[in-house]
């Protein structure tokens, strides 16, 4: 016997709010939410272009953001400028090993990591892969949860200036802050836009697609 068919909320003619989380039964034509007067939606609006177009645009900022200063410093002996890594060596050197390997995860590690798992996400989605469902719907999840600790990337400069602040006499923030700073936001959008519904599309395609050539090898 065939497996039974298990019904989508599509097939069943509902919907979930984007804002309260309330269940909605569908009708023809646009339709609010019933709790919160939302209007309502079956996938996010443009998602893959929004979600494309924020994670371009994060993917052009984190070089300035990597090769401009992000703490100009001053003293009795000169002026010094330093990049994130830089910083990072510099901590190394201090003997702060432990600060210079939260900053350098918090501020190189996890940006590259959220670009890439957005990448995989949107490239399997456009071209209609059904591998690994659950395995991409988790990937999702880890990237929005890392989204909440995302603004950790811009306290690497508290930390920097934690270290020199007995030795200077000013401590000012350089370019690649704001830079910085606009990375974490537009990677932040970016998941955001991204509907994680779109995984499950081709893999309910896939799944109905093998019922049929098992029931055909059957008959």
Not at 25 to 31: C, L, P, S
Request: glycine share 6%; net charge positive.
């Amino acid at each position: 016997m065939s497996e039974a068919h298990i019904p989508t909320a599509g097939e069943l003619g509902i919907i979930a709010c984007h804002c309260c989380g309330q269940l909605c039964q569908h009708v023809h034509g646009d339709i609010c939410c019933a709790r919160c007067g939302a209007r309502l939606h079956r996938r996010k609006p443009n998602s893959l272009a929004r979600c494309w177009a924020l994670l371009i645009a994060a993917m052009i900022l984190y070089i300035p953001a990597n090769v401009l200063p992000i703490m100009l410093t001053g003293s009795l002996f000169g002026k010094e400028s330093n990049t994130i890594l830089s910083g990072v060596a510099e901590l190394w050197r201090a003997g702060s090993w432990d600060l210079a390997v939260i900053v350098f995860v918090a501020s190189i590690m996890v940006p590259l990591l959220k670009f890439a798992a957005l990448l995989v996400l949107l490239i399997s989605v456009q071209r209609r892969k059904a591998w690994r469902t659950r395995g991409r719907a988790h990937l999702f999840r880890l990237v929005e949860g890392i989204g909440y600790w995302s603004m950790l990337d811009v306290f690497v400069v508290t930390l920097l200036v934690a270290l020199v602040r007995f030795q200077l006499t000013q401590v000012d923030p350089g370019p690649g802050v704001v830079y910085f700073g606009l990375v974490v936001v537009l990677t932040m959008l970016a998941s955001m836009s991204f509907d994680p519904r779109l995984i499950w599309d081709h893999a309910v395609t896939e799944d109905e697609k093998k019922s049929q050539e098992a029931e055909h090898d059957r008959a």
